[in-house]
């Protein structure tokens, strides 16, 4: 009969198994404290402060007093007409500019993938090279090429009957898209590109066995493959859009027409600027909660779409 082995012999053995269970939190522990203090706090703070006024007394010459006033800086966040027509322009551009750019980036990055290109690695820079330019140095270019008395782009249209004004009223949304689908196509096209890149070669030759190449490849077989690509680039692009700010404001020294609460970064960081932080947090509150209704809706009806194909 084998002899049964000692009972203090299993402890060492049972503390390394409860060892490496708690392992991965210790390697956890640093992301999940920066992630508390750089992105919860934060939020946790400012919907805290959505919920205060400061309220004067008498002549105004005490200090103010902040009382709690619950949601009654949303109902005015909400009405304030000059705030929801600057959520409204913002989604607005966002409906055209992000499938223009988004669309332009797939094509792009499958006429890189494609074996025929000629000078693959001279159009991969100059495609990505916009990303590059940091975006305040590019707004400022494209503001001296929107500039109605230096325009090189309004003298060239004029030339042949076209008199536009990229610092209109009209044109202005226009002129701001353009701005940034010329800042931010290469860097999607790359990311769409290293996805066309994973893409198993033993696919592509198998379709281009029954016959199956060229656009009818790339629509048939390459772009489903990059859906989760396009999915993530889609995601990204709403919460950019709607964090427009840098493209607008450097727009206001060749367009004095642009308000100065034209998006609704800009519009909060007004009250910031006039020392209305509850407005100001109340204005972020609503701006996240737009964003993440966006990007979760989207990726909702992106999943249940693909369930049903």
Not at 100 to 124: Q, S
Request: charged share 15%; aromatic share 10%.
């Amino acid at each position: 009969m084998p002899p049964k082995p000692h009972r203090a012999a299993s402890q060492p053995a049972r503390r390394r198994i409860d060892g490496r269970r708690w392992a991965p939190l210790g390697f956890l522990s640093p992301f999940g404290l920066l992630f508390l203090l750089t992105f919860i706090a934060p939020i946790c703070y400012a919907l805290y402060e959505s919920l205060f006024k400061l309220r004067r007394s008498g002549l105004g010459l005490a200090p103010p007093a902040e009382v709690f006033t619950g949601l009654s800086n949303y109902a005015d966040a909400l009405g304030d007409r000059v705030f929801t027509s600057s959520v409204v322009r913002v989604l607005l551009i966002g409906a055209v500019q992000v499938p223009l750019m988004l669309g332009l980036a797939l094509v792009l990055a499958l006429l890189l993938d494609a074996r025929r290109t000629p000078g693959k690695r001279f159009f991969r820079l100059a495609f990505f090279l916009p990303y590059a330019v940091p975006g305040v140095i590019g707004g400022l270019m494209w503001s001296f090429l929107y500039q109605p008395d230096v325009s090189p782009i309004a003298d060239a249209l004029a030339h042949v009957g076209l008199h536009v004004d990229f610092t209109s009223e009209g044109v202005l949304p226009w002129s701001v898209g353009n701005m940034l689908t010329w800042g931010w196509t290469g860097y999607n096209m790359i990311v769409i590109h290293s996805a066309l890149k994973a893409i198993p070669g033993e696919l592509t030759e198998a379709a281009e066995l029954d016959g199956c190449t060229g656009w009818r490849l790339a629509w048939h077989i390459k772009v489903p493959m990059v859906r989760p690509a396009l999915v993530m680039s889609t995601v990204f692009s709403i919460i950019g859009m709607a964090q427009l700010y840098n493209e607008p404001v450097i727009m206001r020294a060749v367009a004095p027409n642009l308000a100065a609460d034209w998006t609704p970064i800009m519009a909060a960081q007004n009250e910031v600027a006039a020392n209305n932080y509850h407005a100001a947090a109340t204005r972020s509150v609503i701006l996240a909660l737009v964003i993440s209704v966006l990007s979760f809706g989207f990726m909702r009806f992106v999943n249940k779409r693909g369930a049903a194909l």
